[in-house]
């Protein structure tokens, strides 16, 4: 290690003590035990043992193995299994964002030299914190010939001091078991084959939960399920065709959910407004109805008062938990927060589910949205628990439904608070019809 032999070409001759290879296939032994179930439930049942190992691992204090099983499970052959983590009851899913949160490389893996700090042996510790420590010290100080610089000589012999002292560590109460031990051996990896097994891994994983297809018309009524309508909520810029030309396809035959406005984000767009008396058109105003207006998005802002800006920006965003209260006006058996990016825009909420089991940022959400929640009505409510600052509700009387969302502060849900408010009241103000027909 002092010779930072694991970074040249000649790693696999030099540093076979460094186990980097037993790592690898740990971790590819995980997601192919995992995909072996034959079933969303049998997949889950082997999920849930492997998260079971893993906490095993982390009271016998082998971070190494426990690295490699925590990264199977997060690798994106089995993160993409939905219905096999639906599964997972929530004792072993919060046993595993805990698991996670461990080796989160936040501030130079923080959490887990913290933890290492106050452990005794036996230890098995991750070997990448220090060849990471390494590097930078290498890179910091580099040895061109000659004696060694003293701040190198004295940084290095501290992480080896420390290793060698990890080094002594034995589970002497551990009983090896002679058919376990063949098992595991007898599992083999190639180097030279990594980007093969992967292939194979994830098309394994497509095939036992293909991609779920876009969505029809007779979706949910808070799911977006227009075309127009997710094209115009998306970011990617490859989608940018459908936001600037809102055309929209011809579909032979009638339907009874066509009918019943299931596609009516779309139907300002095409159709133009008419006198109620003498069916006359009449002139176009400045705010238009179509979600085309969505792609000029701004970033996290207030609400704005102004009503052409409510329709072609959006007036607030950033990372809600959600949590059902009630539910057609009944109280769900089960509820729990849910993490979503939430946009405000217009009188709708656009909800983005998460990609990962962590992050607050943008790029830590799905680009598509899941589903939009209309506001008409509605009231904002902030939170009663003094302890619970960062909470404020929303209930739809109509619907009769109740939601608690909670911010990533107190500052950040009054923000929500103040904005919705305000948006429900100029909703309300400007929804008062005008009196067209005069007696005098």
């Known amino acids: 290690m002092a010779k930072m032999r694991y970074s040249e070409m000649s790693k696999d001759i030099s540093c076979d003590s460094l186990s980097t290879l037993r790592l690898i296939e740990v971790s590819f032994w995980t997601v192919q035990e995992v995909l072996s179930g034959t079933s969303p439930k049998h997949r889950a049942e082997i999920l849930s043992h492997f998260i079971k190992i893993g906490k095993k691992l982390y009271e016998l204090n082998n971070f190494h193995s426990l690295f490699a099983v925590i990264s199977a499970l997060q690798s994106v052959s089995v993160y993409r299994l939905t219905k096999t983590w639906n599964h997972i009851s929530k004792k072993d899913k919060s046993t595993f964002d805990k698991l996670a949160e461990v080796f989160s490389d936040t501030n130079n893996w ?10 005794k042996l036996p230890c098995i510790p991750y070997l990448g914190v220090f060849l990471t420590d390494l590097v930078y010290i290498d890179m910091a100080h580099p040895h061109l010939g000659g004696l060694e610089p003293e ?11 420390i290793v060698s002292n990890l080094q002594q560590s034995r589970y002497t109460s551990l009983s090896p078991l002679p058919h376990i031990q063949r098992y595991l051996h007898s599992v083999r990896y190639i180097d030279e084959l990594q980007k093969f097994v992967e292939d194979d891994q994830y098309k394994l994983s497509l095939k036992l939960e293909p991609p779920s297809p876009v969505p029809s018309s007779s979706s949910s009524r808070e799911s977006v399920s227009d075309m127009m309508t997710v094209a115009s909520l998306n970011l990617s810029p490859a989608k940018a065709a459908l936001r600037l030309q809102p055309v929209i396809k011809f579909v032979p035959g009638h339907r009874k959910c066509r009918s019943l406005g299931t596609n009516v984000f779309n139907k300002p767009c095409g159709s ?14 400045g705010c238009g109805g179509g979600l085309g207006l969505l792609s000029h998005s701004t970033h996290l802002a207030p609400a704005s008062t102004g009503q052409d800006e409510a329709c072609d920006t959006v007036s607030l965003q950033g990372c809600l938990r959600r949590k059902t209260v009630l539910k057609d006006g009944r109280k769900p058996t ?14 709708a909420l656009v909800f983005y589910l998460p990609k990962t089991f962590k992050g607050c940022e943008r790029s830590d959400f799905k680009r598509d949205p899941c589903k939009m929640t209309p506001l008409s009505g509605c009231l904002v409510t902030l939170g009663h628990n003094p302890l619970h600052s960062d909470v404020f509700l929303i209930r739809d009387p109509h619907r009769s439904n109740m939601y608690k969302f909670k911010a990533i502060s107190e500052e950040a849900a009054l923000v929500w608070y103040n904005s919705l408010q305000q948006m429900l009241t100029d909703n309300t103000t400007g929804a008062t019809p005008t009196n067209l027909i005069s007696f005098d």
């Open 151 to 161: 701040q190198r000589k004295l940084k290095m012999n501290n992480i080896l001091r």
């Open 334 to 347: 089960v509820a729990a927060w849910q993490r979503y990016w939430v946009q405000l825009w217009a009188t």
């Open 110 to 119: 923080q959490n887990l030299r913290e933890h290492m700090e106050n452990l």
């Open 272 to 285: 133009r407004p008419l006198h109620l008396l003498d069916d006359s058109v009449l002139e176009e105003s």
